[in-house]
């Protein structure tokens, strides 16, 4: 038998243990184990019954996502499902940990399920742009109805085991020795004799179903899932197990989809994203055996949008956190945008009340500096200028306790510079939050020059206590995540002069799956800062250099985006209406200018926008900003919108084919000059005919 699965004998049951750490992926190898020792112990006479449980910390989770796009010998998943549901000896799943994907599927084709207390059971595969293939979308629908099977699949979440066995998903929950629970449980299934239940043979909740149910989950959708194609081909297979007269034929619509899916770019693109995120977190060059030390206790300088934001992060995790901020009167305008935001999550059901009233009792706030001395890290989120800061970090030079972590929230400004504030510029470290920053994902963070490794892995750390996706940058104006931003908005604002509208860069945008377009982003964080900002960078702006002036003067009209009930667009609340005084104002500095305006096409907008996205992505791996080019991806799929079935801008360019976007850089540095000059790592990776890793 393969090393595996292990087989042992307890009484009359065999247990067939699989040990493929970490998560017990279904390999081929354990595939192979699991036919295996069915095999042995419906051979084996002694044997009444099996138990199929997962070692370490959890059942299986699902496919070896790894193992995808090769060929391998039988027995694949079809043949292990058929081996467990044909055996003769009922066989009794044991879930503890995670069964997620195919995992939950060999589940499903067991006789029987016994869980945990605690154990988690989902489909998650349309996260990776799959359905579950291995009869997952025939028998789920069959134990739980359609309704609920759609809900689980769609969504890709998984429920926890009370639920799971009050929809009959599972048979027994036990909060005991889980393996002796099956045993127990298996002997006595075997003791009453057969033919033990199989989840194909169910009818009831399969039959009579309205095909209203799938059309009404289209229409509902539509908008959400346009573009993506594993959501559709979800529901035509529980319409399938729904409306075929036979579960194979509703198995036949199932294998079909899910090899159609497999081979799509989508899943490849959202399986690559799976696997850059968990790369992003693993920074070369670190001691192995470093383990940072925990964080307990925080403190956020600033009660703006940013700082409460933050601190919501913090007291999520279960971590006590104090605000502080100069007046009183900013920190009750604070704690009440903070209070705001609860109310709204606990409305839209996201957050039950007590969790958010758990929350907001770890959320104090301080006036004084002192006060926040005794925090393991303090994260400074005031304004943006670099005076302001330094005076910040001086003063948490003097009170914060030695080996604190001192976090700036910057977006753009100079780390080192920052330090330099300090006498202890290796605690310091950059920490870009998104906002709203209780909810985007993404912590951009950025080491200095002296930052050390120490500080490195805690703020690596930090983020994943308080549930974000980190990704390391080093210090440049802008890291990675704004530094592209600038480029491709500058390209947008360019194209405006060219002949297109804000409109239709949205419209285009959003077309290839960003949730929001430039111009309707810019208005809804304000336009007032980017033109501070721009203001205060004008003196040492290269002239000689093209620039678009069509940002500046929208906000010399006192239009500052959707708080000013105006922007690029006009609005009424947050409803935006294209403005044909925008459209006016366009044309006269496109007049001014001197450019022709003409006709430009949405997928001009779209590789034009991308091309640029990708050329800086380029000269920031080779400038070493980052880590690798799945980083960058990282950084726009959770930071910026991104969509997640395009892997991320650098993975696009790798499927162009760096060759080709090379050519198309160049075509624009003869068209526009200088800013298209091509990144030196794009040239030499596309020369070299290979993606971006070396
Ligand atoms: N295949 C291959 N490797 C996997 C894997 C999988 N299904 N799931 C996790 N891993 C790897 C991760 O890449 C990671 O590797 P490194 O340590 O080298 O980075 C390691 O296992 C640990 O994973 P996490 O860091 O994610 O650990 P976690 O404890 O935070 O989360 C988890 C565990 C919830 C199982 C999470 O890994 C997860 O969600 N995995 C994917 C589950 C999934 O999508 N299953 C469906 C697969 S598709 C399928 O099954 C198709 C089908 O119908 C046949």
């Known amino acids: 038998m393969a090393a595996q699965v292990h087989y042992r004998t307890d009484g009359d049951v065999a247990v067939l243990t699989i040990d493929n750490p970490p998560v017990n992926a279904a390999s081929h190898a354990v595939r192979s184990g699991i036919v295996d020792g069915l095999h042995r112990a419906n051979g084996d006479a002694s044997v009444n019954a099996i138990v199929l449980i997962g070692g370490g910390r959890t059942f299986i989770a699902g496919a070896d996502i790894r193992e995808f796009g090769q060929t391998l010998p039988p027995p694949h998943f079809p043949d292990v499902i058929d081996a467990l549901e044909g055996s003769a000896k009922p066989v009794v799943a044991a879930l503890h940990g995670t069964a997620l994907g195919g995992g939950l599927e060999f589940a499903l084709a067991c006789h029987y399920r016994v869980a945990l207390a605690g154990t988690k059971l989902g489909l998650p595969e349309v996260n990776?742009?799959?359905?579950p293939g291995a009869g997952g979308t025939q028998r789920l629908p069959r134990i739980v109805g359609p309704s609920k099977a759609l809900e689980m699949i769609l969504s890709g979440k998984p429920l926890g085991a009370d639920e799971a066995l009050k929809l009959g998903l599972v048979q027994q929950v036990t909060g005991q020795d889980l393996s002796a629970a099956a045993v127990a449980f298996a002997r006595a299934r075997a003791a009453t004799g057969g033919p033990h239940p199989r989840a194909r043979d169910l009818t009831d909740k399969v039959r009579g179903v309205d095909r209203a149910l799938f059309a009404q989950v289209r229409e509902q959708n539509a908008r959400?899932?346009?573009g993506r194609i594993a959501e559709l081909r979800i529901v035509e297979c529980v319409e399938a197990a729904c409306f075929k007269p036979t579960f194979d034929e509703g198995s036949a619509v199932e294998r079909d989809l899910f090899v159609e899916l497999r081979n799509s770019p989508q899943s490849k693109a959202l399986r690559y994203a799976f696997f850059a995120e968990?790369?992003?977190?693993?920074?070369?060059?670190?001691?192995?055996?470093?383990?940072?030390?925990?964080?307990?206790?925080?403190?956020?300088?600033?009660?703006?949008?940013?700082?409460?934001?933050?601190?919501?992060?913090?007291?999520?995790?279960?971590?006590?956190?104090?605000?502080?901020?100069?007046?009183?009167?900013?920190?009750?305008?604070?704690m009440a945008r903070v209070r705001d935001n609860y109310a709204t999550s606990v409305a839209r059901g996201s957050m039950p009340q007590a969790r958010a009233d758990a929350a907001l009792e770890l959320i104090t706030t301080a006036t004084r500096y002192e006060d926040i001395g005794h925090a393991d890290v303090v994260v400074e989120a005031v304004f943006e200028d670099l005076a302001v800061k330094h005076e910040v970090f001086r003063t948490l030079d003097r009170v914060m306790k030695p080996g604190a972590l001192l976090a700036s929230n910057t977006s753009t400004l100079d780390v080192?510079?920052?330090?330099?504030a300090t006498h202890r510029p290796q605690d310091v470290i950059g920490t870009h939050f998104f906002s709203p920053a209780n909810v985007m994902k993404l912590q951009e963070n950025v080491r200095g020059e002296a930052t050390s490794p120490e500080t490195i892995a805690r703020a690596m750390q930090l983020a994943k206590t308080i549930g974000k996706v980190p990704v390391l940058a080093g210090n440049c104006h802008g890291?990675?995540?704004?530094?592209?931003?600038?480029?491709?908005?500058?390209?947008?604002?360019?194209?405006?002069?060219?002949g297109a509208t804000p409109w239709q860069i949205d419209r285009a945008l959003q077309g290839f799956g960003f949730p929001m377009g430039l111009y309707l982003m810019r208005d809804l964080a304000g336009l007032d800062v980017g033109w501070r900002v721009r203001k205060g960078r004008e003196a040492a702006r290269d002239k000689s250099l093209r620039y678009s002036p069509v940002a500046d003067?929208?906000?010399?009209?006192?239009?500052?985006?959707?708080?000013?009930?105006?922007?690029y667009y006009r609005y009424e609340g947050r409803k935006a209406t294209p403005d044909p005084e925008i459209e006016k104002l366009i044309e006269s500095v496109a007049a001014e200018l001197g450019v022709t305006r003409r006709a430009v096409t949405d997928?001009?907008?779209?590789?034009?926008?991308?091309?640029?996205?990708?050329?800086?992505?380029?000269?920031?791996?080779?400038?070493?900003?980052?880590?690798r080019a799945s980083d960058i991806d990282v950084t726009y799929l959770y930071g910026y919108g991104f969509p997640r079935?395009?892997?991320?801008?650098?993975?696009?360019?790798?499927?162009?084919?760096?060759?080709?976007?090379?050519?198309?850089?160049?075509?624009?540095e003869a068209e526009q000059g200088v800013l298209w000059a091509p990144a030196p790592l794009l040239v030499e990776r596309a020369k070299a005919g290979k993606g971006w890793a070396a």
């Open 128 to 131: 990776l742009g799959l359905l």
């Open 224 to 226: 959400k899932w346009a």
């Open 278 to 334: 968990r790369e992003a977190a693993k920074i070369p060059g670190l001691p192995d055996d470093l383990k940072p030390r925990s964080i307990s206790s925080a403190a956020v300088i600033g009660a703006g949008t940013m700082g409460g934001g933050i601190a919501m992060c913090f007291a999520n995790a279960g971590i006590p956190v104090q605000i502080l901020d100069a007046s009183q009167p900013a920190l009750d305008a604070g």
């Open 416 to 420: 080192d510079a920052i330090a330099s």
């Open 479 to 498: 890291f990675i995540g704004n530094r592209i931003l600038y480029v491709y908005g500058r390209e947008c604002d360019f194209l405006l002069e060219e």
């Open 553 to 567: 003067r929208i906000c010399e009209l006192g239009r500052f985006g959707q708080k000013t009930g105006a922007g």
């Open 603 to 627: 997928e001009e907008i779209v590789t034009r926008v991308l091309t640029s996205m990708a050329n800086e992505g380029a000269r920031i791996l080779g400038e070493g900003i980052a880590i």
């Open 645 to 668: 079935h395009q892997g991320g801008p650098m993975f696009w360019a790798e499927q162009q084919g760096l060759d080709r976007v090379l050519e198309t850089v160049k075509r624009y």
